[in-house]
């Protein structure tokens, strides 16, 4: 059965049925708390605490590496005005200056107009992955809620995500850390990712029903050329459901005729009608569990915030 663990700025502590255990460790990193089993199983018939007296952080440490698969949900593949049948397997890559808490504010940047959402599985890595790894599922160490902020006037006009998704804040990460024991990994495809602006579901989706590329398969292809160690983070992908969606054929047909300057300015003079964009004191929840709660990421509730 997985364990679920929690982060403050004087350690860790494991969720039990009473509140959360401390769990007795000197680790001070996810990667170390990762190799530190043992305390965390002792943890959990210690003395609890009610969870709500916790001020948690990210249960990811930083510095660490952030992976993200592009486009990987057959419904965000048809908004962004894709074939899920043609869409290739693709990472990019975000800064882990921009974890942070699961009750932090979102700030968005002075000079950023539309600032998006996008529920995501996170995958943290357990074990050290040189270039050219047999992958199996024994690296992935523990699955998080992630929510893959995006300033889409940044990303979309420059063609590239780096800067669009790694602004401070523009990856909220936690509250909880599972820890999957034997047989937990088989359960992703149950969990169901729900996220919520002001109450509204946005987005809505059980995994199996329409991830394109599995967890395993991504990690296959990524562990190809790219190392990981203990403790990386890798994104899995996001429903249908953001803000941003694909302008209707015909207009895009006409937009792919005008000057760059010229698309671009007419699309976001559209796009600035649209109020799913996060304004200033919106309030975003997500959760991702399984129906019988085997599998529970908990809940991540922050505040956006626009900086001034």
Known sequence: MSVSVLRTAEGWWVRT?????????????????????????????GQSVPVEELTLLSPVTAPCRVVAQMTNYASHVKDSGMDPATVPLTFFRKTSGSISGPFDDVVKPEHVRFLDYEIEIGLVVGEAVPVGTAVDERVVAALVITNDISARDLQLPKTQFYEAKSYPTFTPTGPELVLLEDGDF?????????????????????????????????????????????????????????????????????????????????????????????????VVELTAATPDRALDLGTQRTRVRYAR
């Not at 959360?20 to 943890?43: G, H, K, M, N």
């Not at 969990?191 to 991504?218: H, S």
């Open 186 to 282: 088989d359960r992703f495809a149950d969990l169901r990712l729900t996220l919520r602006v002001n109450g509204e579901i946005r987005q809505d989706m059980t995994v199996g029903d329409d991830i394109i590329y599995r967890p395993l398969q991504a990690l296959r292809a990524l562990s190809r050329f790219q190392r990981l160690d203990a403790g990386d983070l890798v994104l899995t992908g996001t429903p249908g459901g953001t803000a941003l969606r694909a302008p209707a054929k015909p207009i895009e047909i006409i937009g792919s005729l005008l000057p760059p300057a010229v698309k671009w300015n007419s699309f976001f003079k559209t796009q600035a009608k649209n109020r799913k964009y996060l304004q200033d004191g919106d």
């Open 17 to 45: 049925p009473e509140g959360a255990a401390r769990v007795d460790t000197a680790a001070t990193t996810t990667a170390e708390l990762l190799a530190d089993r043992a305390a965390v199983r002792a943890a959990s018939s």
